[in-house]
C-alpha cells in the first residue's frame, strides 16, 4: 500500500510560479511511473505530466510544455512538479499517482494509488 501527500498548492497571479511536492510513503515509489494530473470544477481528471522511474524521460501535455518541469527524487520518494509564467486555466486540484504500467501514459485507468490534491488558484 502507497500513501501519496501532495503539498504546495496555492492562491497566486497570473505569471507566478509553484512548486508542488508528492511524498509517497508506505513503500518505495522508485520503479514506478508517476504522473500529476488535474481536475477543475465541473472537468474531467486531466493528464499533466508523467517522468519514468528512472527520471530519465518525460511526458507533458502539449498545454504545459516549457512552462512545468517534473522531477522525482526516489531517496526522498517524493516527485515534484515545477510550475512557471502560470495562467488561469492552470487552476485546479492538483494530484499525483502511481502508474501501474511499464510505460508513461496520460489515461488515469493506469495509475494505481492517489493522493488527495492540492488546490491550485491562479488569478488574472
Known amino acids: 500500500q502507497v500513501q501519496l501527500a501532495e503539498s504546495g498548492g496555492g492562491l497566486v497571479q497570473a505569471g507566478d510560479s509553484l512548486r508542488l511536492s508528492c511524498a509517497a510513503s508506505?513503500?518505495?515509489?522508485?520503479?514506478?511511473?508517476m504522473g500529476w494530473f488535474r481536475q477543475a470544477p465541473a472537468k474531467d481528471r486531466e493528464f499533466v505530466a508523467a517522468?519514468?522511474?528512472?527520471?530519465?524521460?518525460?511526458y507533458y501535455r502539449n498545454s504545459v510544455k516549457g512552462r512545468f518541469t517534473i522531477s522525482r527524487d526516489n531517496a526522498k520518494n517524493t516527485v515534484y512538479l515545477q510550475m512557471n509564467s502560470l495562467k488561469p486555466e492552470d487552476t485546479a486540484v492538483y494530484y499525483c499517482?502511481?502508474?501501474?504500467?511499464?510505460?508513461?501514459?496520460?489515461?488515469?485507468?493506469?495509475?494505481?494509488?492517489w493522493g488527495q490534491g492540492t488546490q491550485v488558484t491562479v488569478s488574472s
Open positions: 517522468i519514468s522511474s528512472s527520471g530519465g524521460s518525460t
Open positions: 508506505g513503500r518505495t515509489t522508485a520503479n514506478y511511473i
Open positions: 499517482a502511481v502508474g501501474r504500467l511499464g510505460y508513461s501514459t496520460s489515461n488515469p485507468g493506469d495509475y494505481g494509488y
